[in-house]
């Protein structure tokens, strides 16, 4: 994870933290999510993103629910997980 995520954006993680995997069918494999401390956050895309940036938690509260990943997604649950921890309340989402 540590390896994919330099070659993707660039950025170095540390004290990263299994959280979660969900079943992915492209093809029938495992998507894992993981939680890491980002050394910096300059961002530098490789060919197999389009695009990749921060976002604050006001920034995510603030945005319509249509902008967010799915509840039942593994990416919602680690910014629901991610939200939490950063300022202490459940993400409530803009109808």
Same mark, same amino acid.
């Given at each position: 994870?540590?390896?994919?995520?330099?070659?993707?954006? !660039?950025? *170095?993680?540390?004290?990263t933290?299994?959280?979660?995997?969900?079943?992915?069918?492209?093809?029938?494999? +495992?998507?894992? !999510?993981?939680?890491?401390?980002?050394?910096? &956050?300059?961002?530098?895309?490789?060919?197999? =993103?389009?695009?990749? *940036?921060?976002? &604050?938690?006001?920034? @995510?509260?603030?945005?319509p629910?249509?902008l967010?990943?799915?509840?039942?997604? @593994?990416? *919602? *649950? =680690? =910014?629901?997980?991610?939200? =939490?921890?950063?300022? !202490?309340?459940? +993400?409530?989402?803009?109808?």
């Amino acid at each position: 994870m540590v390896r994919e995520v330099a070659e993707e954006t !660039g950025i *170095r993680v540390t004290e990263t933290h299994y959280f979660a995997s969900q079943p992915w069918p492209f093809p029938a494999s +495992l998507m894992v !999510g993981f939680h890491a401390e980002a050394q910096h &956050s300059a961002v530098r895309l490789d060919e197999e =993103l389009e695009d990749a *940036r921060w976002f &604050s938690s006001e920034e @995510i509260a603030a945005s319509p629910a249509a902008l967010l990943p799915a509840p039942y997604t @593994i990416a *919602r *649950r =680690l =910014l629901d997980a991610w939200y =939490l921890k950063v300022t !202490g309340q459940a +993400l409530a989402v803009v109808a």
